[in-house]
Every structure is written in structure tokens, then in C-alpha cells.
């Protein structure tokens, strides 16, 4: 049963501490997404990557939040300092794309995030 | 701006009855839309529409697209407390821009 994997799942800490998010895409696919959810907002795209490159991270508050893939197993989306307002629920997403285009993206369970 | 439109934001009915859900939107390099449904966790892919006016079922869900007006519906017939979720409607260009959804409660 292939799905996307995502640790934690639920993370609590103080302002000002680096928080660390780690996803293990499906076996094959080769693009890789990063959103946030929250009540107010939704589900807001923060940054994808299209074999293990970068394609757009203008979703991202850039001076304290950053997404990398090291390997085709694992994206990373990192956020240092925390603030409260970072709190939400983090989804990673895969799903295969050729060309400018994705399709169909299976998401992963989330990571709950409380910042203090 | 690319922007997708859900309503109703929220829908009560009872356990047997049809809802119909809509998703209008205004993207540049349209590609496809796609339905999800999200309980608790994560959101779970439905459907996927790419061309005008064929209808994809799955059970009591059906979905049709409309690419000259710009919609889709989503219709659940004889409704179950397990439909009770959020619908969210994404449309796919080079990613994917997710409207902010129905929230679907179905007493019984």
C-alpha cells in the first residue's frame, strides 16, 4: 500500500526553536509538494520540487523557512526561528509530472505543529 | 490571479438526502480538477475531470466539468454520516490551487 510518509506527526515547541519536518514521497514519483493548512487560510502551497529540484518556493516566507531534497526519498522543510504564527498543520504531497504539469497528488497523514 | 471558488462553505442536511457541491474557477493554462475529501487527516483524492461534460462516478459520487463556464459539480445522492467532511475542489496547471472548500455535515 504505497502512500507518503510524513514525521512527525505532531510537533510542540517554543518560539524561537528550529523545527525540522521530514517527508518520504511514493516509491516513483517525481514531484514533491509542501502546504500548509490552516482555518483561515487553507491549504496554501508553500514550495514543490520536480526530480529533486526546486520549481517554485513563492509560497515560502524565505528568511526563516527553507524545503529540500537530498535524496528522491526524502524532502525536508525546515523553519528557524518558529514563531507562533507558523502553527498549522504541514502536508506533503507526491505525484508524477512531466513537462509544466502535475496531476493527481497523494498527500501524506500531516504534521501537526504547535509553536509556543 | 489564478483563483478557485467553492460554495457553499458549509452544507447541513440529514442522512438520504443530495447535495450538490460547485467549484467555479479563472486559471491561465487549465489542465485538469480534481476533487478531494478530507476527514481528519489527509485530503484523499476523488475524482480528476479533463474534459468537458463526461461524468465520473464512483458509487453514490459523481462529478461532471463544464470548461466553458468554467465549473464543476460534485453530487453525493442518499447522503450517510460517513460523507461528513470538507470537499475540496483543486484545478491543475503547473501545480495544484485548492479552493478553500465545502464543509459537508450529514446527521442522522
Known amino acids: 500500500d504505497a502512500r507518503v510518509t510524513q514525521t512527525p506527526r505532531h510537533k510542540v515547541t517554543e518560539m524561537g526553536q528550529e523545527v525540522t519536518m521530514r517527508c518520504q514521497p511514493i516509491?516513483?514519483?517525481?514531484?514533491v509538494f509542501w502546504y500548509r493548512q490552516t482555518m483561515m487560510q487553507g491549504l496554501e502551497l508553500l514550495a514543490y520540487?520536480?526530480?529533486?529540484?526546486?520549481?517554485?518556493d513563492s509560497g515560502m516566507p524565505k528568511d526563516r523557512f527553507s524545503a529540500e531534497m537530498p535524496d528522491a526519498t526524502l524532502a525536508t522543510l525546515k523553519i528557524q526561528p518558529s514563531e507562533p504564527r507558523d502553527s498549522a498543520v504541514y502536508f506533503c504531497?507526491?505525484?508524477?509530472?512531466?513537462?509544466?504539469?502535475?496531476?493527481?497528488?497523494?498527500f501524506g497523514a500531516g504534521t501537526r505543529l504547535s509553536v509556543l | 490571479e489564478d483563483k478557485v471558488v467553492q460554495s457553499p462553505l458549509s452544507l447541513v442536511v440529514h442522512e438520504g438526502d443530495t447535495v450538490t457541491l460547485n467549484c467555479s474557477y479563472e486559471?491561465?493554462?487549465?489542465?485538469?480538477l480534481l476533487w478531494y475529501k478530507q476527514e481528519k487527516k489527509a485530503p484523499t483524492f476523488l475524482f480528476m475531470l479533463?474534459?468537458?461534460?463526461i461524468e465520473k462516478k464512483s458509487g453514490r459520487l459523481s462529478s461532471i466539468l463544464d470548461k466553458k463556464e468554467l465549473f464543476s459539480i460534485l453530487n453525493i445522492t442518499a447522503t450517510q454520516t460517513g460523507d461528513s467532511a470538507i470537499y475540496l475542489c483543486?484545478?491543475?496547471?503547473?501545480?495544484?490551487?485548492f479552493g478553500t472548500g465545502t464543509r459537508l455535515q450529514v446527521f442522522p
Open positions: 504531497a507526491s505525484g508524477l509530472g512531466a513537462g509544466r504539469w502535475s496531476d493527481i497528488q497523494y
Open positions: 516509491l516513483g514519483h517525481n514531484t
Open positions: 520540487f520536480r526530480n529533486r529540484a526546486p520549481l517554485d
Open positions: 486559471v491561465t493554462n487549465f489542465r485538469s
Open positions: 479533463t474534459s468537458s461534460g
Open positions: 483543486a484545478v491543475g496547471t503547473d501545480k495544484l490551487i
